[in-house]
């Protein structure tokens, strides 16, 4: 098979990437603001040593012009791109930001720049993701949809199917609903009628209904026991955040699967009585999944940018008394087991929690590299 390329439009420390090229695809571009995400991105897609080529741009997206991308894509311009993904920054559309703000996040109109490298390459292919909000933010996901569907001068349009879709139902041990889109431009489709999305490759959800556990899943690895943060293991990834001993103590009453609803009001420690109850929670009850604790016999919860932190949703250990650490976290998402992020200890939380889950990733990539050779032939 001829190579296939790709684009990486908000790469973030390389999670599409890494799915882009477990599908067979060679990334000719990324993009990507962050310097501490483009240094991870770097250490795993950009090894010079090994003859990678730098193929990612530590440049705002709102000043990449075609000159930027002249010596790494310039020649996949006018069509011959197979594939641009874009994973546009969520935070505007999450629900939480939404009820919290009237206005639109500036962040959001991001979304269009995703649109202008549509309109530059031409991709065969493109695909989006992001919070399911996304699709149900009525000032931008309406415009970037009729722009997409609707062939203007020097943009062809595309069929597109959008849904939300739980990576678990893709064999991912974590629960992950977001909004995925895939687009097949129509002048390669047997058809053009816009509502026919049957051409559009889409992963079956062979999982759905058979998730993989996190016990099932994490048996394929051996992990060393890890250590407090400020120890030093092999790799280290293998730490987690340390606990004071209120925090310590709250832990032991929480069952796997579990959260602050399992603890008493007070235990009493050498003689006296300790509050494990939050005075925030006495007034408002707060969200539920902090100081929660993960269960073996199901998926994760939906990692976040604090998902070291048991203060920030249920991201303790199963069994063991302690925060997730940051290889494990790593795991959870499906990258691979040797992958690399540079940053301080809050740094790497964000990419882990920020990235698309590998195997959600590859799923689509898959179909897509299906639907491009049943083309070929």
């Known amino acids: 098979m001829n190579t296939l390329y790709a684009i990486d439009l908000f790469s973030g420390a390389g999670g599409i990437t890494q799915a882009l090229r477990n599908s067979g695809f060679d990334i000719r ?11 991870s991105y770097r250490l795993n897609h950009c090894r010079v040593e090994m003859g990678e ?10 000043e990449v012009t075609k000159d930027d991308i002249e010596d790494l894509a310039a020649d996949l311009l006018d069509g011959r791109l197979d594939l641009l993904a874009g994973c546009p920054p969520c935070q505007g559309f999450s629900r939480q930001m939404m009820f919290k703000k009237k206005a639109i996040d500036p962040r959001n109109y991001l979304a269009f720049e995703y649109l202008r490298f549509v309109k530059m390459f031409r991709p065969k292919y493109i695909f989006l993701e992001n919070v399911p909000g996304f699709g149900e933010d009525v000032a931008i996901w309406p415009k970037l949809k009729e722009s997409l569907q609707k062939e203007t001068e020097g943009c062809t349009s595309y069929k597109l199917r959008f849904e939300r879709i739980d990576a678990a139902d893709l064999g991912v041990p974590q629960r992950r609903n977001r909004f995925v889109l895939v687009g097949k431009r129509l002048d390669i489709c047997q058809n053009t009628d816009l509502e026919d999305t049957s051409e559009v490759p889409f992963p079956e959800l062979t999982y759905k209904g058979n998730h993989v556990t996190l016990e099932n899943y994490f048996t394929k690895f051996t992990l060393p026991k890890p250590l407090p943060l400020q120890g030093a293991p092999a790799d280290h990834l293998h730490k987690h955040s340390h606990l004071g001993k209120l925090n310590l103590l709250r832990l032991q009453h929480t069952p796997p699967g579990k959260g602050r609803e399992s603890w008493p009001d007070t235990v009493t420690v050498s003689g006296e009585n300790v509050r ?19 269960d073996w016999k199901s998926v994760a919860p939906t990692l976040t940018g604090g998902c070291l932190n048991i203060s920030k949703g249920r991201f303790a250990h199963p069994t063991e008394d302690r925060p997730l650490t940051a290889r494990e976290a790593a795991l959870i998402q499906t990258f691979p087991p040797d ?10 939380a964000v990419q882990i929690g920020n990235a698309v889950p590998v195997k959600m990733g590859q799923a689509f990539f898959d179909e897509i590299v299906k639907d491009i050779q049943k083309a070929r032939g």
């Open 29 to 39: 571009l990324a993009i990507e603001l962050n310097p501490v995400f483009t240094k």
């Open 339 to 348: 992958y690399k992020f540079a940053g301080n200890w809050t740094d790497i």
């Open 276 to 294: 494990l109850k939050l005075k925030c929670h006495d007034n408002s009850p707060g969200y539920r999944d902090v100081y929660g604790r993960m």
């Open 53 to 62: 080529k730098d193929h990612i741009i530590e440049k705002n997206i709102l």
